[in-house]
């Protein structure tokens, strides 16, 4: 097996002359055993292990194999002195990862996949996820360009970066391969600056394309722990939970008493209640899916359920009431990325500003279920901004509407996305898809 390319690839990828004096002895002195070897050497089977564990034990002990483009270019060498080697392809497609480079990463967890005797359900899930951002990816692009062809000819100004890049190649009309570079080197370094240019085009479905895009990012890279004896979950695993369902959310209105409507409502695939819910079997239901409660309330928070969400805007407290949920009270926890989805910036992306104060828990959920808008059917039951007054457990009835809420911009919001089947249902309608 010749190698002697592929490792004087790695000193160049790494930039080894600049640290590897500082790095350590072991390193330096392998890459010069490395470079004596003849670029037509074909080596002994047992001198590759010999190479590979030399550099597994460099890569697990140096402060430098911390390094993610360190890591990159090791398991690249790695994978190519033991292209048999699980853990190689598994650590190489997570490098690839650290750089979003998508079609790689895929490559090498495909390569790991038929290495191992049993299916790796986790290695498959992470393949679902790349998949998702590959195409998130796609699809913003696919959208930036042809904004960007049409607006050539148009009134759209460029900021002055994107004005100087098609100048300086002269790209004129042609420009769309380069820009999707553009595009895909920004999307990676400064995500943030991107996102200034996509707002400057005032095109909702771009915006919300982006969006998903940086969900998807920040969902494959967040993992937290288990705790007690419940799992997290995160907005991309709610996602994956909603896809193709009939889902209700049911809200805690007056309108629902003597409304029998609880037939209705238990014949959803999935049940969302929220905060102080009240159960009626005759008018309410008693079918629970996903309980979601503000950090500040704790509200049949003892009921089990399958799926919590605990909602606060304030980290500290929010992560003080997660870590008291009662043990065995429900099978999985909303993570970080569910901790305020209408106001984080990867996934809804709104402000207490546009919005005109804080939303209730009720219009949280409702627009994380519009964002991904893959459901099969969302309908709202009693949602009319308490007009007809609360319906709550009995403890909680003397709790007022909290005057930080602005109902009325909710209520707008209801009436220009839902369809009206009833006095008491409105179905959601779901975002076109781009």
């Known amino acids: 097996m010749n190698v002697a390319v592929i490792l004087t690839e790695f000193r160049r990828r790494t930039d080894a002359a600049s640290w590897i004096a500082a790095a350590d002895n072991r390193l330096s002195a392998l890459l010069s055993e490395c470079a004596e070897l003849r670029d037509d050497e074909q080596l002994d089977p047992a001198y590759v292990i010999h190479l590979f564990d030399k550099f597994l034990d460099i890569e697990r002990s140096s402060a430098k194999g911390k390094d993610p483009a360190f890591q990159l270019a090791f398991y690249k060498i790695a994978?190519?002195?033991?292209?048999?080697?699980?853990?190689?392809?598994?650590?190489?497609?997570?490098?690839?990862?650290?750089?979003?480079?998508?079609?790689?990463?895929?490559?090498?967890?495909?390569?790991?996949?038929?290495?191992?005797?049993?299916?790796?359900?986790?290695?498959?899930?992470?393949?679902?996820?790349?998949?998702?951002?590959?195409?998130?990816?796609?699809?913003?692009?696919?959208?930036?360009?042809?904004?960007?062809?049409?607006?050539?000819?148009?009134?759209?100004?460029?900021?002055?970066e994107?004005?100087?890049?098609?100048?300086?190649?002269?790209?004129?009309?042609?420009?769309?391969?380069?820009?999707?570079?553009?595009?895909s080197i920004r999307m990676l370094s400064e995500p943030e600056i991107l996102g200034e240019e996509v707002r400057k085009y005032g095109d909702p479905a771009l915006e919300r394309a982006y969006a998903l895009y940086l969900y998807a990012v920040h969902s494959l890279k967040f993992r937290p722990p288990k705790f007690n004896d419940a799992s997290f979950i995160s907005a991309f695993d709610l996602r994956d939970i909603i896809d193709g369902k009939r889902i209700c959310m049911v809200?805690?209105?007056?309108?629902?008493?003597?409304?029998?409507?609880?037939?209705?409502?238990?014949?959803?695939?999935?049940?969302?209640?929220?905060?102080s819910y009240a159960i009626d079997q005759t008018n309410t239901g008693q079918k629970t899916d996903i309980h979601v409660s503000i950090h500040l309330h704790e509200f049949n928070l003892d009921k089990y359920v399958p799926i919590r969400i605990i909602l606060g805007n304030a980290p500290v407290l929010w992560r003080k009431r997660v870590k008291g949920l009662k043990p065995g009270a429900q099978d999985f926890v909303?993570?970080?990325?569910?901790?305020?989805?209408?106001?984080?910036?990867?996934?809804?992306?709104?402000?207490?500003?546009?919005?005109?104060?804080?939303?209730?828990?009720?219009?949280?959920?409702?627009?994380?279920?519009?964002?991904?808008?893959?459901?099969?059917?969302?309908?709202?039951?009693?949602?009319d901004s308490y007009e007809s007054g609360a319906y709550r457990l009995e403890d909680a009835m003397a709790l007022p509407l909290a005057a930080i809420h602005n109902s009325v911009s909710e209520k707008k919001w209801i009436e220009e996305n839902c369809d009206v089947r009833s006095p008491l249902v409105k179905s959601v309608r779901p975002l076109e898809r781009i």
């Open 251 to 275: 809200a805690n209105s007056a309108a629902l008493q003597e409304s029998k409507a609880g037939e209705l409502i238990d014949s959803h695939d999935i049940v969302v209640r929220f905060n």
């Open 79 to 160: 994978a190519k002195l033991r292209p048999k080697s699980r853990a190689s392809h598994r650590a190489l497609a997570n490098a690839y990862i650290h750089f979003l480079k998508i079609d790689s990463a895929l490559e090498h967890l495909t390569a790991y996949l038929r290495l191992v005797a049993d299916d790796d359900v986790l290695a498959r899930k992470q393949m679902a996820r790349l998949m998702w951002i590959g195409k998130a990816k796609e699809d913003f692009i696919s959208q930036f360009t042809s904004n960007a062809a049409a607006d050539r000819k148009s009134k759209f100004h460029y900021s002055d």
């Open 162 to 183: 994107l004005s100087e890049f098609f100048h300086a190649a002269n790209l004129g009309e042609s420009a769309d391969h380069h820009l999707r570079e553009w595009l």
């Open 334 to 383: 909303g993570d970080e990325t569910l901790r305020y989805p209408l106001f984080n910036s990867k996934l809804c992306g709104e402000t207490p500003k546009t919005v005109g104060g804080a939303p209730t828990s009720g219009f949280n959920m409702l627009r994380l279920f519009h964002l991904f808008s893959n459901y099969s059917e969302l309908n709202l039951i009693g949602f």
